[in-house]
C-alpha cells in the first residue's frame, strides 16, 4: 500500500469504528431511556406496564387534590373522563398545576394501579394543552371539559 | 392606522424581497451587471420596510392600543414600560416579525459591508437572502400576521404579557438568539453562491469567515443566556433540561461550530471545501428546523405555545424546499470543489476533521433524540418521549472526548506535525494534568467522583496545552512582550474561545457532581442544614407589586455559626391573567449559589421550600460569555480588513491561527 492509501485507510477506519459506536450507543441509550405514554383508559385496562418508566396524562380530577399534613406527599386523580387514575407525587408541584388543568405526569405504576410520579411536567403558557392529553381526550371522545366530542372523528380514529 | 401602516410595510417588504430573490439572481446567470446592480438598493429598502414595520408593533405596544389583536393578547397597560417594548415578541406573531427583521437587519449589513466583493458574489448572496426573507416575510403575512384587528368587541384591557416574560431575560434573551439563527443564512446564502459560481477561493472563507463567527458568537450568548434565565426564572434551579426547543437551539450550535472550525481549514489550507459548504447548509437548516420545531407546537416542551397546525405545516415546506433545493444544488456542483493541497495524518487539519466529525456525531445525537418521538408518533407506534438521560449518557462523553483532542489540536501544526515532537511535548503535560486534576478533584471534595475527576483533569490538559502553544510562540523572540503584541487577533480569540470551552467544562462538572437539592416542608422557625448551610424560615408575608400581589418569604442563612445572607423569594400572582409564578432567591457567588424558592402553602402556615446548593454554576455561563467574545473578536482580525486588496491571493497569514 502507498502511504496515501495507508493514511486513506486509516481515516476509513476510524470514521466506520467511530460511527458503529456512536450507533450502538444511540441505540442502547434510546432503549434505555425512553417512556411511552399512557391515557388513565389505557391503564385502567391494564394496558400500561407496572414497575417501568412510563407517562400518563390527563385532567387533575377537580377536588381530588389531597396534601399530606406533615411532608411533600400530595396525591390527585388524573382523569380522561372515561377512567381515572390516581397519582402520587412528593415534592413541589409546578405552578400551573391546578385543578381542572391538562398535565402529564412521569413515573412508574405500582401493583396496586398507584401512579408515582418522579416529576409532573410544567408549562410556560396556561392556554397550552400537552399534545398527548388532547389525543387522549379525543380518543375518550370529550374535549377538555368533558362534554362529548360532536365530530366523527373519535369512531374512526383507532 | 398605525398598525394598518405596519402591515402595508410589511408587504412591501415582501414584495422588495421578491424583487430581491429574482432580478440580481438573473441578473448574476446572464452576466448582466445591469441586474445584478440592483441588489444593494433592494436589500437596503427590505430593510427599511421591515424597520418601519417593527416601528409600527413598537408603537402600538408603547401605546396600548389593543384593537390590535396581538397587542391585546400580549401586553397590559399596567406593565412597566421596557416589558411593554419587549412584549413585541413575547408572542407567536410578534417573535416571527423580529426573526424576518433581524433577518432584514442581516441582509442591510451584507448589502453594506460587500463593496469588496465581486458583483456577481454580492449579487447571488444577496439575492438567495432575499429568497429566504421571502419565505418568512409571507408566512408572517399569510399565517400570522401581528397586525390584525379586533374592530369588534375591541377590549378595554390586554390580557397582559405572560409572567414568566416579564423578565429582563426575556428582554435580551430571543433577539440575541434569532441573531444567531438567522446570521447562519448569511454563511448558507455564500455557501449557495459558491455553489452556483463554481468558485470557492480563499477570498469566499475570507469573506464568510467573520460573517459565521460573528452569528455563532450570538447563537451563543442567546442559547447562554436562555439557560441563565431558565436557571433563576423557572424556579426548580435546572440549567439545562435537554428539553426539544433547547436541543434545537443547541444543534445549530453545534454545526455552526463545526463550520467555524471548517472554515478555518478552508481558508488556511484550501482543504475541506465541500464539507465546508455541507456544514453552512445543514447549520441553517437546522436553525430552520429549530424555528419550525418551536412555532408548530408539534412536541411537548416548556416552549411550546398554543399552536396552529397550519403554521407548522408551512415552515416544513419551507424547511423542505431550502434542504431539498440547495442539496439538489450541492450534489450537482459540490463535485467541482477540489482541495489544493494535501495533508499528513499528524497534523492540525486531522485533529479539526475529528472535531468536525465528533461535533457532527453529537449533533446527529441530538437530532435522533429529539426526532424519534416525532417519528414513532407518526407511525402510528404510540407516544414516547425521550428523556434527559439519553441525551447525558451520549453528550457527555463524546464532549469529553472533544476535549481531549482540543488539546491535541492547538498543539499541532497545519500539513505536516513531528510525532515524536508532539508525543515529547504533550506526554510531560498530559501527567501534569492528570496529577493536577486528581489533587484538585481531591481537594474540592474528598467523595471524588469519576466523571468530575475526568473532566478536571481534560481542563487542566486543555489549559496546559493552550499555555504551551502561546509560549512557543514567543520563546524564540528576544523581547516577548512584543512578539504577544504581533500575534494576531484571531489568534487570541481562538485562545479565548477555548479557554471559555474549559471554564464551561469545569462548571458544568462540577454543579452536575456537586449540587444538592431538598424540596422540604417548612413551619415559621424550622431550621435545616445542607453542605455546612443552616436555612432558618422565618414565615410569609403578603407585599403589593407593580400588576402583582406576592407571598414574600423569609429566610435567614447561615454559614456554619455566622450570618450568611437573608433571602427573600416569592410566590407571585398576576391578576391579570390569573397565573400564579415562582421567584427564586439566589445569592450568587463566583464559587457557589445559594438557591431558594418557595413552593406551594400548606396547612398551619407551613410552606414547601425548594433550597439548593449550586456549587461552579456561574462557570457555565462565564465560559459562554468568554466563547462569545471570541468570535466578535475574531472578526476584527485585520486580515478581513485588507481583503479586497489581495482578493484570490492565497496569502497563508503565518500558521498561526
Not at chain 1, 410520579?117 to 381526550?137: F, I, N, Q, R, S
Not at chain 2, 470543489?337 to 485533529?351: G, H
Not at chain 2, 400572582?573 to 464559587?591: K, L, N, Q, S, W
Request: some cysteine.
Amino acid at each position: 500500500m502507498t502511504p496515501k492509501r495507508k493514511k486513506r485507510l486509516m481515516l476509513v477506519l476510524f470514521v466506520v469504528f467511530g460511527g458503529v459506536a456512536a450507533v450502538s450507543l444511540v441505540i442502547f441509550a434510546l432503549n434505555q431511556n425512553i417512556s411511552l405514554f399512557y391515557s388513565p383508559t389505557q391503564i385502567a385496562s391494564g394496558e400500561a406496564p407496572a414497575n417501568t418508566r412510563i407517562r400518563a396524562g390527563g385532567m387533575v380530577v377537580e377536588g381530588s387534590v389531597k396534601r399530606s399534613p406533615d411532608s411533600l406527599k400530595v396525591e390527585f386523580a388524573l382523569t380522561d373522563f372515561a377512567q381515572n387514575v390516581t397519582v402520587v407525587y412528593e415534592g413541589i408541584l409546578p405552578d400551573l398545576f391546578r385543578e381542572g388543568q391538562g398535565i402529564v405526569a412521569q413515573g412508574a405504576l405500582d401493583d396496586q394501579g398507584v401512579f408515582n410520579a418522579v416529576e409532573v411536567l410544567a408549562k410556560h403558557d396556561e392556554k397550552y394543552m400537552p399534545p398527548e392529553v388532547t389525543d387522549a381526550l379525543n380518543k375518550a371522545g370529550v374535549d377538555e371539559k368533558g362534554n362529548a366530542l360532536k365530530t366523527e372523528s373519535t369512531q374512526g380514529a383507532y | 392606522m398605525i398598525a394598518e401602516l405596519g402591515q402595508y410595510a410589511l408587504i412591501l417588504g415582501l414584495v422588495m424581497a421578491t424583487f430581491l430573490a429574482i432580478i440580481p439572481m438573473y441578473g448574476a446567470s446572464t452576466g448582466n451587471v445591469f441586474w445584478m446592480s440592483f441588489a444593494k438598493p433592494l436589500a437596503k429598502s427590505l430593510f427599511l420596510f421591515l424597520l418601519i414595520s417593527m416601528l409600527c408593533l413598537v408603537y402600538a405596544f408603547a401605546t396600548d392600543d389593543f384593537s390590535v389583536e396581538y397587542v391585546a393578547g400580549n401586553s397590559n397597560s399596567a406593565l412597566p414600560i421596557y416589558f411593554k417594548l419587549s412584549a413585541v415578541w413575547g408572542g407567536h406573531e410578534g417573535s416571527l416579525l423580529l426573526w424576518v427583521f433581524i433577518l432584514t437587519c442581516w441582509i442591510f449589513a451584507v448589502a453594506v459591508k460587500s463593496d469588496g466583493l465581486p458583483l456577481d458574489i454580492s449579487a447571488r448572496v444577496l439575492s438567495v437572502l432575499g429568497m429566504v426573507a421571502v419565505g418568512f416575510a409571507s408566512f408572517t403575512l399569510i399565517t400570522s400576521s401581528p397586525f390584525e384587528r379586533l374592530l369588534i368587541n375591541t377590549p378595554v384591557e390586554g390580557a397582559d404579557l405572560n409572567p414568566l416574560l416579564q423578565d429582563i431575560g426575556l428582554i435580551i434573551h430571543p433577539p440575541l438568539l434569532y441573531m444567531g439563527y438567522v446570521g447562519f443564512s448569511v454563511a448558507f446564502a455564500f455557501a449557495i453562491a459558491a455553489l452556483l459560481s463554481g468558485k470557492l477561493d480563499v477570498a469566499w472563507s475570507r469573506w464568510t469567515r467573520p460573517w459565521t463567527n460573528v452569528s455563532w458568537a450570538f447563537l451563543t450568548i442567546g442559547i447562554t443566556l436562555g439557560s441563565w434565565w431558565a436557571y433563576y426564572e423557572l424556579g426548580w434551579g435546572g440549567w439545562w433540561f435537554w428539553d426539544p426547543v433547547e436541543n434545537a437551539s443547541f444543534m445549530p450550535w453545534l454545526a455552526g461550530t463545526a463550520l467555524v472550525h471548517s472554515l478555518a481549514v478552508t481558508e488556511k489550507r484550501g482543504l475541506f471545501k465541500s464539507w465546508t459548504l455541507l456544514l453552512a447548509i445543514f447549520t441553517f437548516s437546522l436553525s430552520l428546523l429549530g424555528t419550525f420545531l418551536v412555532r408548530s407546537g408539534v412536541l411537548t416542551s416548556v416552549h411550546s405555545f398554543a399552536a396552529d397546525p397550519e403554521r407548522g405545516l408551512y415552515i416544513l415546506v419551507l424547511l423542505a424546499i431550502t434542504v431539498g433545493g440547495s442539496m439538489l444544488l450541492y450534489a450537482i456542483r459540490a463535485y467541482d470543489m477540489k482541495s489544493e493541497s494535501d495533508f499528513e495524518l499528524c497534523s492540525r487539519e486531522t485533529l479539526l476533521l475529528i472535531n468536525n466529525l465528533v461535533l457532527v456525531t453529537i449533533c446527529a445525537m441530538i437530532l435522533i433524540g429529539t426526532l424519534y418521538p416525532l417519528l414513532i408518533d407518526a407511525m402510528g407506534a404510540g407516544k414516547i418521549s425521550v428523556g434527559p438521560p439519553y441525551f447525558n449518557a451520549l453528550f457527555v462523553p463524546f464532549s469529553l472526548i472533544l476535549c481531549f483532542f482540543m488539546a491535541i489540536g492547538v498543539s499541532l501544526r497545519w500539513k505536516k506535525s513531528s510525532v515524536s515532537a508532539l508525543v515529547k511535548q504533550l506526554l510531560p503535560s498530559l501527567i501534569i494534568s492528570v496529577i493536577l486534576g486528581v489533587v484538585a478533584a481531591y481537594l474540592y471534595n474528598e467523595q471524588m467522583t469519576l466523571k468530575a475527576t475526568i473532566a478536571l483533569v481534560l481542563s487542566f490538559w486543555v489549559l496546559i496545552s493552550l499555555g504551551l502553544d502561546v509560549y512557543s510562540k514567543v520563546k524564540n523572540s528576544s523581547v516577548k512582550i512584543l512578539a504577544v503584541k504581533k500575534m494576531p487577533i484571531s489568534y487570541w480569540s481562538m485562545q479565548l474561545a477555548h479557554l471559555g470551552v474549559v471554564v464551561s467544562l469545569v462548571g458544568v462538572a462540577l454543579v452536575a457532581t456537586y449540587s444538592q437539592e431538598r424540596d422540604i416542608r417548612m413551619q415559621v422557625g424550622d431550621s435545616i442544614e445542607m453542605e455546612g448551610y443552616r436555612f432558618e424560615f422565618k414565615g410569609v408575608e403578603k407585599r403589593q407589586g407593580p400588576n402583582y400581589t406576592s407571598d414574600t418569604g423569609t429566610l435567614v442563612v447561615y454559614k456554619g455559626d455566622n450570618f450568611f445572607a437573608k433571602m427573600h423569594p416569592e410566590k407571585r400572582f398576576y391578576p391579570a391573567r390569573g397565573t400564579v409564578m415562582t421567584e427564586a432567591d439566589i445569592d450568587a457567588g463566583a464559587f457557589l449559589d445559594i438557591f431558594v424558592a418557595l413552593g406551594e402553602p400548606l396547612a398551619d402556615g407551613a410552606w414547601a421550600v425548594r433550597l439548593q446548593y449550586k456549587p461552579f454554576i456561574r462557570w457555565i455561563w462565564l465560559g459562554g460569555l468568554m466563547m462569545m467574545f471570541a468570535g466578535l473578536l475574531s472578526a476584527f482580525d485585520k486580515r478581513y480588513k485588507r481583503r479586497d486588496k489581495q482578493r484570490s491571493t492565497s496569502t497563508p497569514v503565518a500558521s498561526l491561527a
